[in-house]
């Protein structure tokens, strides 16, 4: 007899294999992936830059283009054996750049070094998915699935779903926008495989089963990646007009050093970077030197704390140029958010 797959049937099947996922995330002992040895590098500048790709892409000719760092290029596979970090300069900020070693299918499974060199992506603040213009472009699809069963999820904001376990109750799941990719099955047959019976659930968006089974999990990472496609010199002109129409896309080529502008101007909006210039009371801004900021940590107290830890003690406001501000200068307090090329005087008491 057929066998027709209910969604309650599919929603229980998704959070089983998702949960069989999560072994790959926990290192076991034994087994393939090597030693991990290498792969403790020491993190400098304000962001790293993680470079993902199968072997002989042009990862360390990249690399080694970027940042002056040597980096052994071959023309044979696996080069490239451990992490070599190397550092580039751009408006102001200390990019540190880690090229790896290639990986493979199943690397997460413990393929080659897969495994190690993922879990330094995982750490990364921005991946380059270096992919070669000759190779089949099956090999993205490849790479993104072994960093999607490692947990990590590229270009995608993390889901606004809210889980709130209770004793009991039962399950009530408020929608603030209609589901079109869940079915209330497939939402019951999830959360009965996590033996979740009772919770406050909250979905503000058009989320598919695959966002529930993230937050359920938890252990999610979204982190940004551009697409760089590299051996452009080795294409015609009409092949060049179709790869620029992938999104997230660059399309490079590291031997002639063609296109690095656009590149390192979209690695600079990628990785979302704020610059803040210090001007000291009745001087000039300093521009030659912003402090470095991110995104997700960019206040006056941040600020003040990237100068020096003791000058929130003395802090009584500052004032602030630019676009975070309506009035030039504008009087603000630690808590106020700063934006890119900001100006600030920080007032002691
Ligand atoms: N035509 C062309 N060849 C390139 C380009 N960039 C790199 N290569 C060549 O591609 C081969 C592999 O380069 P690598 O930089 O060693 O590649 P990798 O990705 O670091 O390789 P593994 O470390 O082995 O994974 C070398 O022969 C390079 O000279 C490019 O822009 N154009
Ligand atoms: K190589
Ligand atoms: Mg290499």
New binding site residues.
Partial sequence: MLFRATSFHLGQLKAKLAKLKRELLTPSTGGGGGTGVGFDVARTGVASVG?I????????????KLTGTH???????????TTVPGVLTYKGAKIQIL?L??IIEKAAEGKGRGRQVIAVARTCRLIFI?L?VLKPLTHRAIIESELDNFGIRLNKEPPDITIKRKEKGGLNVMKTVALTKISDEELRAVFSEYRINSADVTIKFDATIDDVIDVIEGNRVYIPAIYVL?????ISIEELDLIYRIPHAVP?????E?NFDELLERMWTYLNLTRVYTKPKGRLPDYDDPVILRQDACTVEDFCNHIHKSIMKQFKHAYVWGSSVKHNPQRVSRNHILADEDVVTIVKK
């Fill in positions: 470079f790709g199968f072997p002989s892409v042009g990862k360390s000719t990249l690399m080694s980096s052994e290029v071959a023309d044979y596979e696996f080069t490239t054996l090229d070693p290639g270096i070669d590299n051996k452009i010199d080795q490079v080529s590291a031997n002639h063609w």
